[in-house]
Nanobody
Framework: VQLQASGGGLVQAGGSLKLSCAAS????????MAWFRQASGKERDFVAA????????YYGDFVKGRFTISRDNDKNMMYLQMNSLKPEDTAVYYC????????????????????WGQGTLVTVSS
C-alpha cells in the first residue's frame, strides 16, 4: 500500500486543520490505521489510531479531546481533524497502516505499523 498524507500548513494557535491520508495499491478496510507525529529533533510519537472498522479509536494523552480520527473505507481514506491547535503541536504528521494481523491496542508503537506516508508539516504559530 502507498499512503499519502496531506492537509498540513501554517495555522495560528487556537486554529484548526484537517489532515487526510489517501491509500492506494490495496484497500485499507481490514487494516488498523494511525497518525504519528515527529517534531524536529524528537522521536516519532503516537497521536491517534482507529481500528479497521472505525469502531475503536485511541488518542495520545496530549490530545485531550482536541483531535478526532476518522476513516472512510469506501474512499480508502483516513482523516485527522485537529482543533484548538497549540504551538507544541508543530510537527510532521505521518499516517500509517498496520500489518492487518493483530488487534489495535490503546497505545500503539511505531513498530506496529507496516506502511507509512511521507508526512505533512503542521506549523502552529503563537
Amino acid at each position: 500500500v502507498q499512503l499519502q498524507a496531506s492537509g498540513g500548513g501554517l495555522v495560528q494557535a487556537g486554529g484548526s486543520l484537517k489532515l487526510s491520508c489517501a491509500a492506494s495499491g490495496r484497500t485499507i478496510d481490514t487494516y488498523n490505521m494511525a497518525w504519528f507525529r515527529q517534531a524536529s529533533g524528537k522521536e516519532r510519537d503516537f497521536v491517534a489510531a482507529i481500528s479497521w472498522s472505525g469502531f475503536s479509536t485511541y488518542y495520545g494523552d496530549f490530545v485531550k479531546g482536541r483531535f478526532t480520527i476518522s476513516r472512510d473505507n469506501d474512499k480508502n481514506m483516513m482523516y485527522l481533524q485537529m482543533n484548538s491547535l497549540k504551538p507544541e503541536d508543530t510537527a510532521v504528521y505521518y499516517c500509517a497502516s498496520d500489518y492487518g494481523v493483530y488487534g489495535l491496542g490503546p497505545m500503539p508503537s511505531v513498530s506496529d505499523f507496516e506502511a507509512w506516508g511521507q508526512g505533512t508539516l503542521v506549523t502552529v504559530s503563537s
